[in-house]
């Protein structure tokens, strides 16, 4: 079974649209996060989420907006997409005060044209 | 803001030779990851170490914290073709959890 897993693993859309992207944990995990990779590799925290209450919200854009329906599920939505929204992003989890492991998805290649 | 800069960006090298690489912060971590990229997938955790002067070893590779904890290395004893892959020191923030990542060390062990 999938630990971490997001759908969809790659998206292409024009500028201007608005796309999702979507995480799922099966760990039970009580946090998620959203990191974003750009070309050079560097990966950056964007957002957390713990038991559905935002904790973290790194200088993003408005456009970005994570909702986190429960526990287990923490979606990402773009509007208005622009050249540089261009990356891989990555959904990972953990269970707070518990461990210090993160446990990442495979990631979303988000190319905007 | 905390910076980690972390050395060589590049290194390639032959299988079986050994190999070090380095993380500087500009700030003292709060505790010190490393996590291993493969291409396609996302990071995975190695190790984390909290105390200055503290050594882990991971088989072939040694961790090492620097004593004022703003410095750490990996060393890997006789790389393998499947030790390539990025390599990312981290801080983790205990208080919120949050995780400042290095700028990487591209690793490939040439067979």
């Known amino acids: 079974d999938t630990a971490v897993s997001q759908t969809p693993k790659y998206l292409v859309t024009q500028m201007g649209n608005d796309k999702s992207i979507k995480c799922e944990q099966n760990?039970?995990?009580?946090?998620m996060y959203w990191y974003k990779q750009d070309s050079k590799k560097f990966l950056k925290i964007m957002f957390s989420y713990n038991n559905k209450e935002l904790i973290i919200n790194e200088t993003v854009p408005n456009r970005f907006s994570p909702k986190s329906p429960d526990k287990a599920h923490l979606n990402l939505h773009i509007n208005s997409l622009e050249l540089g929204d261009s990356a891989v992003y990555f959904c990972?989890?953990?269970?707070?005060?518990?461990?210090?492991?993160?446990?990442f998805g495979p990631g979303t290649r988000l190319t905007v044209l | 803001t905390q910076l980690l800069e972390q050395s060589p960006q590049f290194l390639s090298i032959q299988e079986g030779e050994n190999l070090t690489v380095y993380c500087n912060s500009s700030s003292v971590f709060s505790s010190l990851q490393w996590y291993r990229q493969e291409p396609g997938e996302g990071p995975v955790l190695l190790v984390t170490v909290v105390t200055g002067g503290e050594v882990k070893k991971l088989k072939r590779l040694t961790f090492q914290f620097g004593d004022a904890r703003k410095d750490s290395s990996l060393h890997i004893t006789a790389a393998q073709p499947g030790d390539t892959g990025l390599y990312l020191c981290?801080?983790?923030?205990?208080?919120?959890?949050?995780?400042?990542f290095g700028t990487g060390t591209r690793l490939t062990i040439i067979p």
């Open positions: 990972a989890s953990s269970q707070r005060s518990k461990t210090d492991t993160q446990y």
């Open positions: 760990l039970g995990h009580d946090t």
């Open positions: 981290a801080d983790l923030n205990f208080g919120n959890e949050k995780l400042t």
